[in-house]
């Protein structure tokens, strides 16, 4: 196998959602009281909902400028690529990058649908989460049948409508949902208890994937606001693994043997210590926490339950032994910072070279297809959907990559040359994200 042979699926990209997107799908007084993008006084886009306003469209979105802008903060879609929020462009972007289809987290109500937790109408909101769903399956995902992986939030405030509303997105095709990696930070119960048990049911008995995302809950560890923000930066995927210690410990697992859950956005170096170290402190600590891992190590249950996904991680690659070659997957997270567009094979190609065609296979794109029931090769040709197949498309549609400058706020007045700390980050947040999410990330009051 070369570079150009690879089949790449990303599970991990993300929408800044258009201002239209609910007039196909809505009507009357339901479309009149859906969320809906306006300019603030500022002439910032702002998605404005129950008399709340949720001021980023596009958190990060930097796709497409150089790298000394990548600290801005876009504050109006007319400074993004197209491709961040027009479906068929973000097409032409995914072929130049040689990715055959993606799965994307949206960017309105957050990765999970945690800001609709704070609004006063919850059965309201019920009715347009659903109507969102039927956005992104039909409109988003459904103009480019096997290009993108479905994936629907939820209503996790009322169960019964969880449970109802799983069954009618499986039922649109649909097999994939996205909810916090800890909902007591949305005011509900913890994953232990027994509120989630219709969930967890339902889940496995519509064979169904969990993605739980890194800022869906848990706050990134923030040291204080005076450190260099490349701290921050450094350990934001690494903060998975708590998520992942706690659902891990989840009874459910023992219970539905066939329960998915994927890990996003939060690579896979670290996974080898983390399933070493939760063996050593069961063979310790077994005998007097009641732990429910008696017969089978942690270790083997995380290799049965849990999907890692990378974005650049030539460690982890290194030691797929120790990881699972069934249980590893990329992900490009375009349209954020760390995203290598458009340049992912070049920079996956020589991290995952040394392994066999069949490995590269499966974590390029095989267990995507396998974790997420998707199956791009129904509605396309596997040597349509490789690499080079891809990059010669874009190639011919002329698409351009070439670096461009934008707008957006600073985290710095120009001309300040000290390090960018996590309090400066926060600022800027601050002045254009809503304050009770950013408190959330930062795991302080802000």
Same mark, same amino acid.
């Given at each position: 196998?070369?570079?150009n042979d690879m089949v790449i699926i990303s599970v991990d ?85 040689? +990715? ?9 109500? %957050?990765?999970?649908?945690?800001? @609709?937790? &704070? #609004?006063? /109408? $919850? ?25 993108? +992986? ?9 169960? %019964?409508?969880?449970?109802?509303? @799983?069954? &009618? #997105?499986? /039922? $649109? ?274």
């Open positions: 196998m070369e570079m990209d993300h929408i800044s959602e258009p201002p239209d997107m609910f007039k196909n799908h809505l009507s009357g007084d339901l479309l009149e009281s859906a969320p809906r993008m306006v300019k603030d006084e500022n002439g910032k886009d702002v998605w404005v909902y129950q008399g709340q306003s949720f001021a980023s469209v596009a958190l990060n979105a930097v796709v497409g400028r150089p790298f000394e802008e990548y600290g801005m903060e876009p504050t109006s879609l007319d400074q993004l690529r197209e491709g961040v929020y027009m479906v068929d462009e973000r097409v032409k972007d995914m072929d130049v990058n040689g +990715i055959a289809a993606s799965l994307n987290f949206g960017s309105v109500f %957050d990765f999970a649908g945690g800001r @609709l937790h &704070r #609004v006063p /109408d $919850k059965a309201l909101a019920v009715k347009h989460v659903s109507a969102y769903n039927d956005w992104h399956i039909d409109e988003w995902c459904g103009a480019h049948p096997g290009r993108f +992986i479905p994936c629907a939030i939820l209503p996790t405030w009322d169960m %019964d409508a969880t449970i109802a509303e @799983l069954k &009618r #997105v499986t /039922d $649109k095709g649909c097999h994939t949902v996205s909810i916090s990696e800890n909902p007591t930070c949305q005011g509900l119960p913890s994953i232990h208890n027994e509120y989630w048990d219709p969930f967890y049911k339902a889940i496995t008995d519509l064979d169904m994937t969990i993605c739980i995302h890194i800022g869906g809950g848990n706050p990134a560890p923030h040291a204080s606001m005076e450190t260099p923000i490349e701290a921050w930066i450094s350990t934001m995927p690494m903060t998975i693994a708590y998520a992942a210690s706690d659902w891990l410990q989840l009874e459910a697992l023992h219970k539905y043997p066939d329960m998915r859950i994927a890990l996003s956005e939060g690579s896979i170096g670290w996974v080898p210590y983390f399933t070493e170290r939760a063996d050593f402190s069961n063979s310790r600590h077994k005998y007097w926490t009641n732990s429910r891992f008696q017969h089978l190590k942690p270790s083997e249950m995380f290799k049965r339950h849990f999907l890692n996904c990378f974005i650049d991680d030539a460690f982890g690659l290194q030691n797929v032994k120790f990881i699972g070659e069934d249980n590893i997957a990329y992900e490009c997270d375009y349209p954020h910072s760390d995203t290598l567009w458009p340049e992912v094979p070049e920079r996956l190609w020589p991290t995952i070279n040394h392994l066999t065609d069949a490995q590269i296979d499966k974590i390029t794109h095989g267990n995507a297809m396998r974790w997420f029931r998707f199956d791009p090769f129904q509605h396309h040709a596997k040597a349509d959907l490789t690499v080079g197949a891809l990059r010669a498309k874009a190639k011919a549609e002329g698409v351009d990559i070439t670096p461009k400058s934008s707008l957006g706020e600073r985290p710095l007045e120009e001309g300040d040359v000290r390090p960018v700390t996590s309090g400066d980050i926060m600022k800027m947040f601050m002045r254009h994200e809503d304050a009770d999410r950013m408190s959330r990330m930062a795991g302080q009051e802000a």
